[in-house]
Structures are given as C-alpha cells and as structure tokens.
T-cell receptor, first 116, second 113 residues
C-alpha cells in the first residue's frame, strides 16, 4: 500500500531533550516536506527536500533540522525542543513530476508533540 | 509574501444543500492550487489539484475553480452529506522555485442530517 509513515504518532518530552520524528514513504517520490499545524494558523511549512541531499527552508525553520540521506526517509530533528514547538506535525511527499506543476502531496497521519 | 485566506472559518449546512468554500491568495504567480480534506485526528487527503493553466477540476460531487487574475479559488460541493463534515484546506505552490507550499487556515464544515 502506498503510504507516508510517521513515527511516533504521539510524543511527550521535556524542554531541551533532543528528539527525532521519522518519516518514510514507499512511493519513490522525489519531494518530501514537513509541516506544523497550530490552531487558527493552518499548516506552515518547516523544511522541504527536492531530492537526496537537497533540502531548503520553508516558512518556519527555526529550531528544526532535517536530513535526506535516502530517497525514502526524511527525519525531522529537534535538537533542543522548547514549549513553543508543541504542535501537530505532518510529513508529506510528492512525485515531483509534471511539466506544469503537477505535484499532488500525500500526507502522513501526523505526530502530536508536547514539549513540557 | 504570498498569503492564503479561507472564508468562512466555519460553516454549518443541512444535508442536501449545495455549498461553496472560498480560498483567496495574494500573489497570482502560482504553479498550482490544491484542495485538501482533513478529518479530526487524521492527516490530509488530497481532493483536487488545479494547475496554473487550468480553470477548473471535477471529481464526483466536487468541483474546484481557479481564477488567478483575481486570486481566488472556490470548492463547490453538490448535494452535501453528513460524511462531508470535515475541515477543508486550500494550498498554493508559489512560482518562486523550490517546493514551498502555503496553506490557508481552513474552513470547518458541518453537514447536519
């Protein structure tokens, strides 16, 4: 089954304790992206990757790191989490093909993070 | 800077009603616009994607239109059903290179049986 898998689904941690949220897709997609969703603000893009070893900042990259060493995986790293990073996080992937911007995004089920 | 706005923030309608959800964006230089559905506690499901060269897309009871010159898109839902109750989000991909995506805050729809 084609899917985007995030782990863990729920995470409670404390300020300053490094954590990693994993994201994996089995569709051989070129593009992957991380978003956070906060009440009243919609989804905001954190980082995206257009291919292996190619990453770039979205609108809210501060406090986050990413890496793309393999095509299927795109982990999100919080080196020193703070309470303002409490949020619902989504990973997405897209084929990245199509001459006219066809880029349907497929989303994971989300990771709810609480930083105390 | 591209901004995406969705009005209304919430909408309640009786079953069977035809309805329109609105999405507006400030910069017409976009690759595409995508409509998503989000159920409580779930991820996003893509409904329709309209490329910048297109005016509309249809899937079943859903029809999405795009007017780049006015910075507007509408999602039309025909003969609404209680199962349509969800949050609907629109997102644009700006024509600035890369893979940036800008989302609206969504419209929460409730269809009453």
């Amino acid at each position: 089954e084609a899917q985007v898998t995030q782990n863990p689904r729920y995470l409670i941690t404390v300020t300053g304790k490094k954590l990693t949220v994993t994201c994996s897709q089995n569709m051989n997609h070129e593009y992957m992206s991380w978003y956070r969703q906060d009440p009243g603000l919609g989804l905001r893009q954190i980082y995206y990757s257009m291919n292996v070893e190619v990453t770039d900042k979205g609108d809210v990259p501060e406090g986050y790191k990413v890496s793309r060493k393999e095509k299927r995986n795109f982990p999100l790293i919080l080196e020193s989490p703070s309470p303002n990073q409490t949020s619902l996080y989504f990973c997405a992937s897209s084929p990245g093909t199509g001459a006219f911007g066809e880029n349907i995004q497929y989303f994971g089920a989300g990771t709810r993070l609480s930083v105390l | 800077k591209q901004e995406v706005t969705q009005i209304p923030a919430a909408l309640s309608v009786p079953e069977g009603e035809n309805l329109v959800l609105n999405c507006s964006f400030t910069d017409s230089a976009i690759y595409n616009l995508q409509w998503f559905r989000q159920d409580p506690g779930k991820g996003l499901t893509s409904l329709l994607l309209i490329q910048s060269s297109q005016r509309e897309q249809t899937s079943g009871r859903l029809n999405a239109s795009l007017d780049k010159s006015s910075g507007r898109s509408t999602l039309y839902i025909a003969a609404s059903q209680p199962g349509d109750s969800a949050t609907y989000l629109c997102a644009v991909r700006p024509f600035t290179g890369g893979f940036k995506t800008i989302f609206g805050a969504g419209t929460r729809l409730f269809v009453k049986a």
